[in-house]
Nanobody, 126 residues
Framework: VQLQASGGGLVQTGASLRLSCVVSGGTFSTYVMGWFRQAPGKEREHVAAISGSGYSTVYPNSVAGRFTISRDNAENTVYLQMNSLKPEDTAVYYC????????????????????WGQGTLVTVSS
């Protein structure tokens, strides 16, 4: 299973970006998909997760209401729509795939995911 993230860039405060992650290999619709981010000197932080069907999603308070995760199972792609971006959103963003079931309390933990993409850098200027 390979994951390829894209869509990062340099934007100003308040702008929007949409990240994409294309997954190849395996059966995409069975994977729980997550997005994480990691800023310099900080631990990897969960920002969103979505069930295989797309019906269930979860976000931490830091991004709830600004970020939206979605997926297109026909295109083997998961998206992260990021609105009202802030300088503190600056980080490398990673997509990840989980082979296990959608168990909400587990989805914020990086070690619950089995495959990772290479990351895409998002920089938000003030």
């Amino acid at each position: 299973v390979q994951l390829q993230a894209s869509g990062g860039g340099l934007v100003q405060t308040g702008a929007s970006l949409r990240l994409s992650c294309v997954v190849s290999g395996g059966t995409f619709s069975t994977y729980v998909m997550g997005w994480f981010r990691q800023a310099p000197g900080k631990e990897r932080e969960h920002v969103a997760a979505i069930s295989g069907s797309g019906y269930s999603t979860v976000y931490p308070n830091s991004v709830a209401g600004r970020f939206t995760i979605s997926r297109d199972n026909a295109e083997n792609t998961v998206y992260l729509q990021m609105n009202s971006l802030k300088p503190e959103d600056t980080a490398v963003y990673y997509c990840a795939a989980r082979l296990g079931t959608y168990v909400e309390y587990k989805l914020a933990r990086p070690d619950e995911y089995d495959y990772w993409g290479q990351g895409t850098l998002v920089t938000v200027s003030s």
